[in-house]
């Protein structure tokens, strides 16, 4: 069974890896693909689509849409985060910020023509999320011990997002043939990064009360309890 709450989000992996999130999601794992996007002067922030129906596709909050037009991304590929989805449109924030936040991608102008592509990696960040919630103890099942109920996610994110990419990058490197080295040079320090903060991680609870208590005694891969 799936587990219901993700421990990352595409942006999390773009934001860490950027400039290899375009090839690290499979070309198969499409939500939605066009060449007909469309910036008014009026909403800089929005992109908008004859053809493409985003929130039927499944388009939604966290996801990451790329972009591509020559003379209005530099370079010509640049990402964007989707923070809400109509059906012929979505609304976009730069990574890592809040909305509105930097420049918009629509030129002042306005344009058309944009091709986008927003592809995921949800595959793979359900299976790292599965694989940190047996590792730590992680159960929805479990009052007290559901995702909701950490202390601070970021603990679990990381690990997260280094588990994506590790994986990612040896299957890039087993299917690339002659230039394997880069993406396997890439996987080995990924994996050293990935194994020591393992080695150190200890999930904290919230207490019985709620956000406001002191974090509960930790969890770490070994399942023994740490007191502070």
């Known amino acids: 069974m799936p587990v219901s709450t993700l421990l990352a989000t595409d942006e999390d992996v773009a934001v860490r890896a950027s400039g290899d999130f375009p090839i690290l999601c499979p070309k198969d794992q499409k939500f939605a693909y066009g060449t007909d996007g469309v910036f008014d002067a009026?909403?800089?922030?929005?992109?908008?689509?004859?053809?493409?129906?985003?929130?039927?596709?499944?388009?939604?909050?966290?996801?990451?849409?790329?972009?591509a037009k020559?003379?209005?991304f530099s370079p010509?590929?640049?990402m964007f985060v989707v923070t809400s989805s109509t059906t012929g449109a979505i609304t976009?924030?730069?990574k890592g910020m809040t909305d509105a936040t930097g420049q918009p991608p629509g030129p002042a102008a306005g344009t058309t023509g944009v091709t986008f592509t927003v592809a995921t990696l949800h595959p793979q960040i359900e299976d790292a999320s599965y694989d940190l919630y047996r590792r730590f103890g992680i159960d929805d099942a479990i009052p007290g011990r559901t995702a909701a109920s950490l202390y601070d996610v970021r603990e679990a994110r990381q690990a997260c997002v280094l588990t994506v990419l590790k994986n990612q990058y040896l299957a890039m490197a087993r299917q690339a043939g002659e230039s394997s080295d880069d993406f396997a040079a890439k996987a080995k320090r990924i994996d050293g990064e990935l194994s020591d903060l393992l080695a150190r991680l200890a999930i904290?609870?919230?207490?019985?009360?709620g956000w406001g208590t002191s974090p509960e005694p930790a969890t770490t891969r070994f399942g023994t309890r740490l007191s502070r």
Request: charged share 15%.
């Open 92 to 94: 976009l924030r730069r």
């Open 70 to 72: 020559s003379g209005v």
């Open 204 to 209: 904290h609870w919230q207490g019985v009360s």
């Open 42 to 67: 009026g909403d800089r922030w929005t992109l908008t689509s004859a053809t493409v129906p985003f929130s039927t596709y499944g388009v939604a909050d966290g996801h990451v849409a790329q972009l």
């Open 76 to 78: 010509p590929l640049e």
